[in-house]
């Protein structure tokens, strides 16, 4: 069965600081991965995904992700976080069947 | 364009009575999810409705859910004896989903329902 780890429950960083956001998943076959952000009293808006090729894709916002079959992982990274990137975000798992499946998310603060 | 709707924003209904919640997916999006989203307990899958394909019902917590989807565009999401644990916030998401997956979910704001 799909599912999606997400060991960190909040963080807080300070502005400027790096930012690395761990995800963990389980999947049958080749998985599809992405990362979806939500921001305060927004919806969900997608970050970046991976389907196969190159293991760091490149998302909005500044942000990517390093996909790495041996560790069944996909951390979301981020060289300096800003004060709006305040927010939760969640990463998914999907294949061939097209299900998507979230993790618990992670909800990142920023200190000035 | 519009983006995904739903509706009611938010619904408080008393234990034991039947709500019923709607998602109006973006015009052509073939596929529709609903999720539902407590605190601490992220996005749980609820089922998924791709074409005209049987729905993946898989994440259903129980037979008082059940969904719909009529003529391939709205979605009715109905919880039936509602349960102050069905308390959450219910997210509809629709997706174009062609031939190549992928395509991104796009989600609506959601409903927010409240058992007392």
């Known amino acids: 069965a799909q599912s999606v780890t997400q060991p960190d429950i909040h963080i807080t960083v300070s502005e400027g600081a790096s930012l690395e956001l761990r995800c963990n998943y389980s999947?049958?076959?080749?998985?599809?991965l992405f990362w979806y952000v939500q921001s305060p009293g927004q919806g969900l808006q997608l970050l970046l995904k991976?389907?196969?090729?190159?293991?760091l894709v490149q998302g909005i916002k500044g942000f990517e992700a390093k996909f790495k079959r041996s560790q069944s992982s996909f951390n979301l990274r981020k060289p300096s976080v800003h004060w709006s990137d305040a927010a939760e975000y969640f990463c998914a798992v999907g294949g061939a069947t097209n299900k998507l499946i979230f993790g618990t998310g992670t909800l990142l603060a920023v200190q000035p | 364009g519009a983006g995904v709707s739903q509706s009611p924003s938010n619904k408080v209904t008393e234990k034991g009575k039947d709500v019923e919640l709607r998602c109006d997916p973006i015009s052509g999006h073939t596929a529709l999810y609903w999720y539902r989203q407590s605190l601490g307990q992220g996005l749980e899958f609820l089922i998924y409705f791709q074409g005209n394909s049987a729905p993946d019902k898989s994440g259903l917590p129980s037979d008082r859910f059940s969904a719909e989807r009529t003529g391939g565009s709205v979605s009715t999401l109905t919880i039936q004896r509602t349960q102050q644990e069905d308390s959450a916030v219910y997210l509809c998401?629709?997706?174009?989903?062609?031939?190549?997956?992928?395509?991104?979910?796009?989600f609506g704001n959601g409903t927010r329902l409240t058992v007392t």
């Open positions: 998401a629709s997706s174009p989903q062609t031939d190549s997956f992928g395509s991104p979910l796009h």
């Open positions: 999947y049958g076959a080749t998985p599809y």
């Open positions: 991976y389907f196969s090729g190159d293991t």
